[in-house]
């Protein structure tokens, strides 16, 4: 089955733009919507930070769920309504009217987090493309990478024009404006030469073998997630506590997006370069951005720009690297179930990052995430050991289909 758009760049860009106001309407909506909320209710801001944990742990739960799920039906319906979800958590979020109804909104978006985001759309593209699959991932990402330099502007504008809750209304018609038609269109849709069958198949189970392999990619996504977060929630307060002002610290901390979208030079530098090497040169590239933030937050930017590259690159490997171990009819599965821990890890790392701060400093948990950082090379390099020694893989295919 081929989608109505041919495998063009142009069908990148618009899967990437609806990543954008997916991403924007959920993960990157509270930095520039909190204020105003906990204004008007008189919420703390650790409230708004467990909802979005909340919401991030739902994500990781369904995951599986959902991999499965777009790997045994021919038609992706989960894509298809990840927009629609969307929307509805932004509608509960504009008639929010206590904690309750503001904690049911952040459910929902939870939910439709898992049906949208990256793994759910890696995993719909594996399974239509297969190995070939890489390159869309990379122009994907490319384009999603301009997130927050198109969204926090747009809410920002929106906030200050209508208010909050206006904003949530008007962005909700945006989700569906956009992400509707896009995913109708490039993952759902027939050509009119390809007419349905009368006949039902029955889906096709597929089940992976968890293996050693497995369990190495569980711990590089999941080590790379909890390092991201981290930075992500407390790059500017860093910054902040080594006698940096806070306009300088928002200056270099914008450093991230280029070093991100810059990615697309570092593929096109080492494009037949193996994945399991990229992923050695993402976890040096961030490690290397860490220790210079370390060790020299007056040139930040720098170390900001390094760590923004690798983890551009890591957002990339999260759907290219299982590409090498997973066929096609597994891929789907195998996404899904990768995602699991990374998104429940990334979901507790608010919670515990703020415990272990508040019990001695942001200086030592920077030191604690290079640790991190340097503890997630070693998974690729064993990888890579295995590539030149297969036969110490003890199980060579990892799937299997039930019918």
Avoid at 18 to 33: N, T
Avoid at 82 to 91: C, D, P, R
Avoid at 103 to 130: C, E, N, P, T
Avoid at 322 to 341: C, M, N, Q
């Amino acid at each position: 089955m081929k989608p109505l758009l041919s495998t063009s760049f142009f069908k990148s860009f618009l899967l990437g733009l609806s990543q954008i106001f997916l991403w924007g309407g959920s993960y990157f909506l509270l930095p520039i919507l909190s204020a105003p909320i906990i204004s008007e209710f008189n919420w703390s801001n650790k409230f708004l930070s467990a909802c979005l944990s909340m919401s991030l742990l739902i994500s990781g739960l369904i995951a599986p769920r959902v991999g499965k799920l777009i790997g045994q039906y021919e038609k992706n319906y989960i894509l298809l309504f990840s927009g629609i979800v969307m929307a509805a958590g932004l509608l509960l979020l504009y008639a929010t009217s206590g904690q309750l109804s503001f904690i049911a909104a952040w459910v929902v978006l939870g939910i439709a987090m898992g049906m949208g985001l990256y793994d759910a759309l890696f995993a719909s593209i594996g399974k239509m493309f297969g190995r070939v699959s890489g390159k869309f991932i990379v122009q994907i990402t490319l384009v999603s990478g301009f997130t927050t330099t198109v969204v926090w502007p747009l809410l920002s504008f929106l906030l200050h024009q209508y208010g909050w809750r206006i904003t949530c209304l008007i962005y909700a018609g945006l989700v569906l404006l956009i992400s509707l038609p896009v995913h109708f269109f490039t993952l759902f849709k027939r050509t009119a030469k390809e007419p349905e069958l009368p006949v039902k198949k029955t889906p096709k189970i597929v089940r992976i073998n968890k293996d050693s392999v497995y369990y190495l990619l569980v711990c590089n996504f999941s080590l790379g997630s909890v390092v991201m977060t981290s930075v992500y929630l407390y790059l500017i307060s860093f910054f902040i506590k080594n006698s940096i002002s806070m306009e300088q610290a928002v200056f270099m901390a914008a450093f991230l997006g280029p070093g991100q979208v810059s990615v697309r030079l570092m593929d096109s530098l080492v494009r037949q370069k193996p994945p399991v090497i990229k992923a050695i040169f993402s976890a040096l590239l961030i490690l290397s951005g860490l220790v210079l933030l370390r060790c020299l937050p007056q040139y930040g930017y720098i170390g900001v720009f390094l760590f923004g590259f690798g983890n551009g690159l890591r957002s990339i490997l999260r759907g290219a690297l299982p590409l090498k171990y997973y066929r096609k009819e597994a891929y789907p599965v195998a996404i899904g179930s990768l995602a699991r821990l990374p998104l429940i890890a990334q979901a507790l790392t608010p919670l515990l990052a703020g415990i272990f701060i508040y019990y001695s400093d942001i200086n030592a948990f920077m030191v604690f995430n290079i640790l991190l950082a340097l503890l997630n090379i070693l998974p690729p390099f064993v990888l890579l050991y295995w590539k030149t020694h297969p036969d110490k893989i003890k199980s060579a295919e990892r799937w299997f289909v039930e019918n």
